[in-house]
């Protein structure tokens, strides 16, 4: 079985500062992990993903994520967070051994002027 | 491209009623899923087809619900009869071709439908 825990419901930020959005996984095998954002009515947009290699990975709107194997973890980050970055953020993971992606419950994040 | 495109993109309807939700997935790409996202329970698989072919259908909630895709640019989502609980978002994501297991590319989600039964 797979499954996904972001543990933060919100996270709030002012401009121009560091965000973080953490996320934890559970899999049997070798996970493969995703990041998505949701804007109000709108569908999930990929960020980025992991696969194998290099722990960071680096995707779209400046957005990056490591890979901790040993803390099972897949935390977003932004150096620099913009007011435009306030939206809904989605973990997903999948196991080798499986095509269904398993989605977290979601991060709310509010950039504040 | 123009991405997944969903119809419609607001559904208003009675309890009892039929309701139809469509999708076209990105062209070339062979595997389509459907989602519905609830507050309460965030984001679900409801069937995920390959090829055309429904190869899993395990988060369909009842029989009231079913999907067809009778060629590879598009997919139909039916609710009969409609109940109020069935009010939620529901998204089409379609992935890049062979959806082999060893391929992991992302999956591209459609703007959704949202669905409210009265």
């Known amino acids: 079985a797979q499954s996904v825990a972001q543990p933060e419901d919100q996270v709030n930020v002012a401009e121009g500062n560091p965000l973080t959005v953490k996320c934890t996984y559970s899999v049997s095998g070798n996970p493969y992990l995703f990041w998505y954002v949701q804007y109000p009515n709108r569908g999930l947009q990929f960020l980025l993903k992991?696969?194998?290699?290099?722990?960071l990975v680096k995707g779209s709107y400046g957005f990056e994520a490591e890979f901790n194997k040993s803390q099972t973890s897949f935390h977003l980050k932004k150096p620099s967070a913009l007011v435009s970055d306030s939206a809904l953020y989605f973990c997903?993971?999948?196991?080798?051994?499986?095509?269904?992606?398993?989605f977290g419950a979601g991060t709310t994040v509010t950039v504040r002027a | 491209d123009a991405g997944v495109i969903q119809s419609p993109r607001h559904e208003v309807t009675e309890m009892g009623q039929e309701v139809t939700l469509r999708c076209k997935p990105i062209s070339g790409h062979n595997s389509l899923f459907w989602y519905r996202q609830t507050m309460m329970r965030g984001l679900e698989l409801l069937i995920y087809?390959?090829?055309?072919?429904?190869?899993?259908d395990s988060g369909m909630p009842e029989d009231r619900f079913s999907a067809k895709m009778p060629n590879a640019s598009f997919s139909t989502l039916k609710i009969q009869p409609s109940e109020p609980r069935d009010s939620a978002v529901y998204f089409c994501?379609?992935?890049?071709?062979?959806?082999?297991?060893?391929?992991?590319?992302?999956?591209?989600f459609g703007p959704g439908t949202r669905l409210t039964v009265l």
């Open positions: 997903a993971v999948r196991d080798l051994g499986d095509y269904k992606l398993s």
């Open positions: 994501a379609s992935s890049t071709p062979s959806g082999q297991l060893e391929d992991v590319d992302e999956q591209f």
């Open positions: 992991y696969i194998t290699g290099d722990n």
């Open positions: 087809f390959n090829n055309n072919v429904p190869i899993d």
